[in-house]
Structures are given as C-alpha cells and as structure tokens.
C-alpha cells in the first residue's frame, strides 16, 4: 500500500473548525489530501503546518438541515468525513432533545444518503469514494451525558441500518469510535486531537472498517461485538426497498 493513500484525494470534513476537525485536516494535508473544510462558524478558517505555512483549503458554510446545499461540494469529493456534533451535557430540555437529535443524528444520516447517492451515481470504473462517520465509544458506554447518549446510538443504529444497502463497490463506508479527546465539547478529554487524528489515518491506511481509538480497552471488546449483532439483527429483521408493481 502507498506510504500516502490518500495523496491527490479531495477529502471534505465536516466539523472542521473543531479541536479534532482541524486535527483532520492538518493530517490529510501531511498525506498530500485536497481538502474541503465543511463548517458552521462564520470566522475564515487558517490553519498552519509545523513550518508556518498556511494550509490551502476550500471553506464552505453550512448549516444542519441544509445538507441538500451541500451536493455541488460533495460531488468534488472522494472522501467525507462526517465529525461534526453537540453535547447538551445536563441539559434536558425539549430543545437540547431537538438540538442533540438534530444535529448528531439526523444531520448525519442525511449527509450519508447524500453521499452515497452520489457515489452510486458515479460511472463504472470510478474509484470508489469513502464515508467515514464518527459516532464515538457513547454509542456503547456511559459518556456523563444523557441526550449525547441518546443522539450517539441513534446516529450509530442509523449508519449500521443503512449500510446493508448503501456500502458497496462504489462507496466505502468506515465507522470512527473515539474516546474522550480535548475538544470544546470534551476540555478535561484525556486524548490530545493530534494523537487521535493520526491513529485515525494509520487504521484506515490498515484498511479497517471500524475504527477505534480510545485509552478505554472494553470498548476494542464490545463494539465489534455490538456492530456484528446488529449487522446479524438488522440483515434479519429489515430489508431494502422493493420497486412498486408496474414501476
């Protein structure tokens, strides 16, 4: 395998002006990556390497529910990275509720059947694009927060339901499970965003589907576990839409 599998690749990541989204971008340049910065906040985005540079990237400004505005960037890309998230902490609110559903879960889920739209969308012969969704280890475990609990396996149960019908030859689909790292989310993380962006990248050069990077051992034990069941339920219990008689 190249030492820079993602060299020449244009990889959009979405949360970017985030602790670990910039950390994303800072490694996927390192490897030769063209790079999209997907973000809500308002303030240009400038990042630097070790020597000073000013990283080249395209920011674009979105916002959740409008993923649908997102198509003509998406198009360009071959690889998405959906990290962006919220943590409602304490907060049990009907609107911490909407805001954590909103944009942990939905939010994700229709980014990944836009992606994987346009990647079935793609001629024969198109190298096939990658979506790697970051759900985090609260999927499975306790995280001190109720509603991004909630949010997280919702987001998780979404991807591993969809994927039966929308992984294939023409996209990958790669799950990030993440411990606690210092982000505005998580300031008393364990993990520096660096160290996490970098495992991210040598797993995924490995070829692995589910990755996992946490100082936490159950979770390299339970989260095969948990996403083989629900791929052995859900192939079980579901299945892909029918054309209707006569369509």
């Known amino acids: 395998m190249s030492p820079q599998p993602f060299a020449?690749?244009?990889?959009?990541?979405?949360?970017?002006?985030?602790?670990?989204?910039?950390?994303?971008?800072?490694?996927?340049?390192?490897?030769?990556?063209?790079?999209?910065?997907?973000?809500?906040?308002?303030?240009?985005?400038?990042?630097?390497?070790?020597?000073?540079?000013l990283l080249p990237l395209e920011q674009v400004h979105w916002r959740c529910g409008e993923e649908e505005a997102l198509r003509a960037t998406l198009q360009r890309c071959d690889l998405l990275v959906?990290?962006?998230?919220?943590?409602?902490?304490?907060?049990?609110?009907?609107a911490?509720?909407?805001?954590?559903?909103?944009?942990?879960?939905?939010?994700?889920?229709?980014?990944?059947?836009?992606?994987?739209?346009?990647?079935?969308?793609?001629?024969?012969g198109t190298p096939a694009r990658e979506l790697w969704m970051n759900t985090s280890e609260a999927e499975i475990q306790a995280a001190v927060s109720p509603l991004y609990e909630i949010s997280k396996r919702l987001q998780g149960q979404l991807l591993s339901l969809r994927s039966l019908d929308l992984a294939g030859p023409q996209?990958?689909?790669?799950?990030?499970?993440?411990?606690?790292?210092?982000?505005?989310?998580?300031?008393?993380?364990?993990?520096?965003?660096?160290?996490?962006?970098?495992?991210?990248?040598?797993?995924?050069?490995?070829?692995?589907?589910?990755?996992?990077?946490?100082?936490?051992?159950?979770?390299?034990?339970?989260?095969?576990?948990a996403t083989l069941s629900r791929w052995i339920y859900f192939r079980m219990m579901s299945r892909s839409a029918t054309p209707e008689p006569g369509a």
């Open 82 to 94: 959906i990290n962006h998230g919220t943590n409602s902490h304490a907060d049990r609110s009907a």
């Open 8 to 53: 020449g690749r244009s990889v959009a990541v979405t949360g970017a002006s985030g602790s670990l989204g910039r950390a994303l971008l800072l490694e996927f340049h390192r490897q030769g990556a063209r790079l999209v910065a997907l973000t809500s906040g308002a303030a240009p985005l400038e990042l630097h390497d070790s020597a000073g540079q």
């Open 171 to 225: 996209l990958r689909i790669r799950r990030l499970v993440l411990g606690p790292f210092r982000s505005a989310l998580n300031p008393i993380g364990v993990m520096d965003a660096g160290f996490v962006a970098r495992e991210i990248l040598r797993q995924a050069s490995w070829n692995w589907s589910l990755v996992i990077v946490t100082p936490n051992p159950l979770t390299y034990v339970l989260m095969p576990l």
């Open 96 to 124: 911490a509720v909407q805001r954590s559903l909103e944009v942990n879960a939905l939010s994700a889920w229709r980014l990944l059947e836009l992606f994987a739209e346009l990647a079935q969308a793609d001629a024969a």
